[in-house]
């Protein structure tokens, strides 16, 4: 009972009257295309363009974040951080190809999200290649994914998104923070209160998200995975 015999219009849901004419609905006849039913949305989703200049002066502005963070980081650990500069010499090279990549117009919380990611692949890489000490698993992974959620959140507040703009985000960090799981387990992280705090961290923002924003959630994983 969602069609309008009179006016030719299908309705969203169940309803009596046809907002239109307040003429009686009816079933829908045979044939008829409803665009609910094959899955597409009422309203168009509308692309947010965000100006260049935006998306540069959040990159630098994250950029100082993660240096001046991350040296504080090696201040405190004093001579153990010999990895530093691999490190700090990575967020460099990840802020200068956001600046080369943002002429190509692409999705920026997708290109920091995959950008952070590799950073911690190379980082486990390159400790493994050094006798794994393990500082890429008990301080880098829960640096940079503490990193990637604080990027999140900015870009979803600085360039005004939409949750399910940005939730799938929050879904993707909140599994791999519970990754470093299988490290710990394995007795290779030597110290595992920041991987421990981080996973913590993203339980509790996907719990905020589950609960405030379930909608949006579940419309954003929809359009990804298509169920
Ligand atoms: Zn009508």
Known sequence: MNYCPKCDIVIR???????????KT????EGKFIPEMAGIEAFPVIERRISTVTVIRLATFLFLTLEISFGA????????SHWAGIVMLGIFVGWLDILVLRYLRSNILKLLTVEFYVAI?????VDKM??????????????????????TLIV????????????TYIVFDTVMALLQFI??????????????????????LMAGVVVFQYNDLKAALGRRFNF
């Not at 849901?13 to 003429?23: A, E, M, R, V």
């Not at 009816?26 to 006849?29: G, I, K, N, V």
Request: glycine letters at 8%; aromatic letters at 10%; a neutral charge.
């Open 26 to 29: 009816a079933e829908p006849p």
């Open 13 to 23: 849901g169940d309803k009596i009257c046809c907002p239109l004419c307040q003429g």
């Open 121 to 125: 692949a190379v980082n486990i890489y």
């Open 73 to 80: 980081v090696c201040w405190l650990l004093g001579p153990e």
């Open 183 to 204: 490290p710990i387990r394995a007795g290779l992280n030597p110290v595992v209160l920041p991987a421990i705090i981080i996973a913590a961290f993203y339980l509790v």
């Open 156 to 167: 979803a507040y600085v360039t005004r998104l939409r949750p399910s703009e940005y939730v």
């Open 130 to 151: 050094t006798n794994m000490h393990g500082w890429s698993l008990a301080w880098v992974t829960p640096f940079v994914l503490l990193a990637t959620g604080l990027t």
